[in-house]
């Protein structure tokens, strides 16, 4: 990826950062995913105060 460019990424579920138990079940919610073969990972919303579950976006090739 180069500089300024975006990364496209699906949310899968919302956390609020203000949980007793932090990213814990965000984290926790990520790894059952991979553990299916989805590859999530777990990101901050600084702005919105909540963690994100997100995996990459898949790319969608033109139809010939």
Request: charge should be positive; hydrophobic fraction near 35%; avoid cysteine.
């Amino acid at each position: 990826m180069t500089r300024g460019q975006a990364m496209h990424r699906d949310v899968l579920k919302r956390f609020p950062a203000g949980d007793p138990r932090g990213s814990r079940r965000a984290e926790e919610f990520a790894r059952a995913r991979r553990s299916e073969g989805t590859p999530a990972e777990v990101v901050m919303d600084l702005e919105s105060d909540v963690f994100l579950v997100v995996v990459p976006q898949q790319s969608r090739e033109p139809a010939s």
